[in-house]
């Protein structure tokens, strides 16, 4: 056969990237549908465009569409593909996961690695003599030597999937409970102890003698030590850059990639393998005040390698994968391949768990997650068919094998942990977490430091009189574009979230110095009011504050719902429309209130109250939807101790109205008003409760009174 010219070289290489891309995505986002990472159905689409299915219809489609001489020029992307994920791999490396449960995360990372290692190798034995022959694509026969094969099946058997385990706890809100951060701290290490172990077979198979293999091993060690010592500082200028000029620059970026790829070449030439040297660089990548550059960086990447270049490296190996050519003994092969590597995963990481002393709903959660192994097993697998020591029947029995236990995780999660347990213990973590106690709570969403210093000083005042009492600051950081698919970006986000907590600690002194406990919590979050939902849930919140506009357009406050929030949250959202000026700040400053009897009425009252008390200022009473109940309420409020000032025309500093009044001043810069909208404890309650609930209240030493 001619060589083709290199224009329909180009053509055909254009036209399969073109079909591997569309069918990747809709592959992804049917696995998206069914409860599975996005990555899983990609993974699937590559195998699906290969023998198994395409070379099982009539025409040999797989070889006319991916033709023998142009997959050499999809392998070189699809090995780009694979640099840049090792490196957003290295990246998420992050032993800070671990602080504080070094003992449990390093026994349970050892045994669900040693297990399935021995598992692993035990059943080698039996395996290899099937599968001792190996074919080069050119038809070239090698015998497999065993030890070679062994080790190999040993670290196939005994990786777990980082990127996987967390994308399935951030997507299961799982990362806010002590099992999710046990998770990801074992994982963290199994993910450094495994390809160090991958690192050492690699070594010992490549070399070709006991010298060979010191030597390699020997220039591996001063490659760490360099990217550790020099490479690792050096990088550090990365940050103090992107801090100054607050983006990444193409430059920036240029030099990233640059590194990546000189460390991928120096590792292949010592002999270990490319993916080693991509994976350093990113290990060595600044963590200290870098969240918001990682962040960048793993968006950008992935933009490329997610989109093109990994769904080409699924298509290169699905073309190795050929499920209907597995007999009778291969499935009896693939049984036992799937016993052992679900086994000595589970037992391992369960029994060292339990002897840890770690609850067994945990423990076995832990287990099962430990199993996902999802694409980076591939990159295992790909590496012992470029070394020869897996033929072409075995690799496909294993990337089965991968497939499973990385679909069995979400599944089996559901099973061990219903929605209402681990709804119930993300809210015991959620107030563990911030030191909440039962008092009376207003929660704060800060948006902007400066800017939102006022509503900081406001929820003070909300407080009133209520004892116990304390201000939770949150900080939704909302996401620019969607959540990496192949990465988690969880590492990122946690450092980032981290941060924000660090800057919200600056305002709670404020609410410190006004004799109030203050929280603070801190969210990544697509969706902000969702996170902000779940936040006042947890802390049972009587108030949240908000400034309007935030996180939801204003006409998603209906007229006919009156809630942006679901109708059996606890407390009142109290929405700030205009700016909080200095003259609407005054501690001395009025307070008014838009009278009206329905629940955003009634709630709207108690706000006012407490804020007229918390200013020890006078509360005007303003007639809104209905009259004849100011008097009557008034009376009520001076029995409360609420100071209540007659009603003139000029407009108070502070105006509080029902979200449901209408119509009302337009608030200028000076004159900030609070839009009350009621949760359950206002709509449950009616007018006199209310003004009884005020006055168990009125004693300023008085302990916080429940709702009548």
């Known amino acids: 056969m001619e060589p083709r010219p290199v224009a329909e070289i180009i053509a055909y290489v254009f036209l399969d990237l073109a079909v591997i891309m569309v069918i990747a995505r809709l592959m992804g986002r049917l696995a998206v549908r069914v409860g599975q990472p996005a990555v899983v159905g990609e993974i699937v689409a590559g195998i699906l465009l290969g023998p198994t299915l395409l070379g099982a219809l009539p025409g040999d489609l797989d070889t006319l569409l991916f033709p023998p001489d142009i997959r050499p020029f999809l392998n070189v992307l699809a090995q780009l593909g694979l640099v840049l994920f090792m490196f957003l791999i290295g990246l998420e490396v992050d032993l800070s996961f671990i602080r504080g449960r070094e003992r449990v995360a390093v026994s349970v990372s050892l045994a669900s690695i040693l297990l399935p290692f021995a598992l692993g190798v035990l059943l080698a034995t039996y395996l290899h003599t099937r599968h001792d022959v190996f074919t080069a694509e050119d038809g070239d026969t090698s015998a497999i030597p065993f030890l070679g094969f062994a080790l190999f099946l040993g670290v196939a058997m005994s990786i777990t999937a980082f990127p996987v385990l967390a994308r399935i706890l951030a997507e299961r809100q799982m990362h806010r409970i002590p099992t999710g951060v046990l998770a990801l701290a074992c994982a963290a290490v199994d993910d450094v102890l495994a390809w160090c172990l991958l690192a050492v077979v690699v070594a010992i198979v490549a070399a070709t003698s006991f010298t060979g293999v010191v030597l390699i091993l020997g220039l591996s060690t001063v490659f760490a030590l360099v990217m550790f010592l020099v490479v690792k500082p050096l990088l550090r200028v990365l940050v103090a850059r992107y801090e100054r000029l607050g983006r990444l620059t193409p430059e920036m970026l240029a030099g990233v990639l640059v590194g990546i790829l000189a460390s991928a070449w120096v590792a292949e030439e010592i002999g270990i393998h490319f993916i080693f040297g991509a994976f350093l660089f990113g290990v060595v990548m600044p963590r200290k005040g870098a969240a918001r550059l990682n962040h960048e960086i793993i968006d950008r990447l992935e933009q490329v390698s997610v989109l093109l270049l990994l769904p080409v490296f699924f298509v290169v190996t699905g073309l190795n994968v050929d499920v209907g050519a597995i007999d009778l003994a291969g499935v009896g092969e693939l049984a036992l391949i799937l016993l052992v590597a679900i086994s000595g995963k589970f037992v391992g990481a369960f029994a060292a768990a339990r002897v840890q ?49 990385t679909v069995m995780a979400s599944p089996l999660l559901n099973v061990i942990y219903p929605k209402r347990v681990l709804e119930r213990d993300i809210a015991a973590a959620e107030r563990a977490e911030m030191g909440l106690t039962d008092a009376y709570t207003v929660v704060v969403v800060v948006d902007d430091l400066d800017r939102d210093a006022g509503l900081v000083d406001l929820a003070c005042d909300l407080v009133g009189r209520e004892r116990p009492a304390q201000v939770v600051l949150t900080r939704v950081v909302r996401r620019s574009r969607p959540k990496p698919e192949v990465s988690s970006g969880l590492g990122a986000d946690l450092e980032l979230m981290a941060t924000v907590a660090g800057e919200l600690r600056t305002l709670a002194r404020r609410v410190e110095e006004r004799g109030l406990r203050a929280s603070v919590a801190s969210r990544f979050s697509e969706d902000p009011w969702a996170e902000v939902t779940d936040l006042a849930g947890s802390s049972t919140a009587d108030v949240v504050l908000v400034r309007s506009g935030w996180g939801i357009a204003e006409g998603a406050l209906t007229a006919a719902t009156g809630h942006p929030w679901p109708p059996s949250l606890h407390g009142s959202v109290v929405v700030v429309s205009g700016e909080l000026g200095e003259a609407g700040l005054q501690p001395g400053g009025p307070v008014a209130v838009v009278q009206d009897t329905d629940a955003d009425g009634r709630a709207a009252l108690r706000v006012a109250a407490h804020a007229a008390v918390g200013r020890s200022a006078p509360l005007q009473l303003r007639t809104g939807g209905r009259r004849g109940v100011r008097r009557t309420v008034a009376d009520s409020l001076r029995r409360a101790g609420v100071q209540v000032a007659a009603d003139t025309e000029a407009l108070p500093a502070l105006l509080v109205a029902p979200a449901g009044a209408a119509p009302l001043p337009a608030a200028d810069d000076l004159t900030p008003i609070l839009l009350v909208h009621a949760g359950t404890a206002d709509a449950d309650r009616d007018m006199d409760e209310t003004l009884a609930a005020l006055a168990a209240v009125a004693g300023p030493e008085t302990p916080r009174a429940e709702s009548v």
């Open 357 to 405: 002393r770690v609850p067994r709903r945990q423990a076995t959660a832990l287990a099962t997650l430990m199993n996902t192994r999802g694409l980076t097993e591939l990159v295992i697998l790909t590496i012992g068919v470029q070394q020869g020591v897996l033929d072409g029947e075995m690799f496909t029995l294993m990337v089965i094998m991968a497939v499973v236990t």
